[in-house]
C-alpha cells in the first residue's frame, strides 16, 4: 500500500525540485523553434549509397547554408535550414548529388513563410491558455456539488501546469544538448497530453467524490488516500496500455511524427505521476490549511485566496 497523502511532503518535493531544473532550462536555453514557429525549410532526404552526417553537414555549409541543422533518424536525414523556394530546392539536391556522389530521394518537403510561423506561434500559445481556461470551469461545475468546486478545478490545474513544465523543461534541454527543436507537432504532443492528465486526475477526483458521498471516513485524508489506492490499478494499466500505442507509434510512425511520440511519452509519465501523487495530496493540504508547512512564509493555518 502506498501512503499518498502521508507522505506528500516528499512527493511535493520530488516535483518541486524537478520543476525547478525545468523553469532553470527554459530560462537559461529556452525552447529551440523550429521552422513551423520560425519560417525555414524542412526535408527528409535518403541517400544511396548512405552518406555521413557530417559529410552531408559540411556540404551544406560548402554550399551557402551554414545555419542548416542535419539529423539522422533512421536510414534518413532530416536537415532544417532557411525558407528556399521549390527551384532552390532541386538546385540544391542537385548540387549535393554531384558533389557527395550519392543519388538523393526527397521523402518530404515543408517550407514555411516567417509571417505564417508568428501566428502559429501566437495561436499555439492561445490554444493552450484557453484549454486550461476551459479545464478550470469544467471541473469546477462537474464538482458543484461538492465544498469549494473551484478548489477541485484548480488543483487539476496546478498538476497540468505541473506536467507542462516538465515537458517543457524537458525539451529545452534536448534543444541546448542535441539540437531537438519544437514544432506544431511539439504544441498537438502538448495538447494531447493537457487532455490525458486532466483525464486522469479526473477519474481520481471523480472516486474521491463517490466516497466523499458514501462516508467512508470523517477524516478526508483518509478518504483521499483510499480513493487514491482504489484508482491506482486503474491508472496504471491505462498508462501501460497507451505507452504500448505510444510505442507502436515510434517504431512504425515513420520520423516526421518521433516529436510527437517522445513528447507524449515524457507526458504519460508525467500525468500518471502528478493525477495519483500531485492533485489529491494537495486537496489535502489546501484543505487542513498546511500550506505554512510548505511555505514557511505563509502563517501556519492560513489558505490562500
Known amino acids: 500500500m502506498i501512503d499518498f497523502v502521508g ?24 525552447l529551440r ?26 556540404e551544406f555549409t560548402n554550399l551557402g547554408h551554414p545555419e542548416a541543422i542535419v539529423q539522422m533518424s533512421g536510414g534518413d ?19 549535393l548529388e554531384t ?17 505564417i510561423a508568428a501566428n502559429t506561434a501566437r495561436n499555439a500559445g492561445i490554444a493552450v491558455m484557453i ?29 497540468l501546469v505541473h506536467d507542462v513544465l516538465i515537458v517543457m523543461g524537458i525539451f529545452s534541454i534536448l534543444g541546448r544538448t542535441a539540437n531537438v527543436e519544437v514544432n506544431a507537432m511539439f504544441i498537438t504532443g502538448l495538447l494531447t497530453v493537457v487532455g490525458y492528465s486532466v483525464n486522469n486526475t479526473v477519474v481520481a477526483f471523480d472516486r474521491i467524490r463517490e466516497n466523499m458521498v458514501k462516508g467512508i471516513d470523517p477524516d478526508f485524508a483518509v478518504t483521499v488516500n483510499s480513493s487514491l489506492l482504489e484508482t491506482l490499478t486503474r491508472s496504471l494499466n491505462t498508462s501501460l496500455t497507451t505507452l504500448c500505442v505510444i510505442l507502436a507509434l515510434f517504431l512504425f510512425g515513420g520520423s516526421t511524427i518521433h516529436l510527437f511520440v517522445a513528447v507524449l511519452l ?4 508525467a500525468g500518471t505521476y502528478s493525477s495519483l501523487f500531485i ?27
Open 7 to 30: 507522505k506528500r511532503k516528499w512527493f511535493f518535493l520530488f516535483s518541486a525540485l524537478i520543476i525547478i531544473v525545468a523553469i532553470i532550462s527554459l530560462a537559461a536555453f529556452k
Open 279 to 305: 492533485a489529491g495530496p494537495l486537496m489535502v493540504t489546501w484543505e487542513k490549511g498546511e500550506w505554512g508547512q510548505l511555505f514557511p512564509w505563509i502563517p501556519a493555518g492560513e489558505k490562500p485566496v
Open 77 to 95: 536525414f532530416l536537415v532544417r535550414l532557411k525558407e528556399i523556394s521549390p527551384q532552390e530546392r532541386e538546385s540544391l539536391s542537385e548540387e
Open 131 to 159: 484549454a486550461a481556461v476551459a479545464m478550470l470551469l469544467y471541473i469546477a461545475w462537474a464538482f458543484r456539488r461538492m465544498p469549494n468546486p473551484f478548489r477541485w478545478g484548480a488543483c487539476a490545474i496546478i498538476a
Open 266 to 269: 515524457v507526458g504519460l509519465l
Open 99 to 115: 558533389s557527395l556522389g550519392s543519388e538523393i530521394k526527397v521523402r518530404d518537403y515543408n517550407a514555411i513563410s516567417a509571417s
Open 33 to 58: 523553434p523550429g521552422i513551423d514557429f520560425t519560417g525555414g525549410t524542412s526535408m527528409t532526404l535518403r541517400f544511396t549509397p548512405q552518406v555521413e552526417q557530417e559529410q552531408l553537414r559540411q
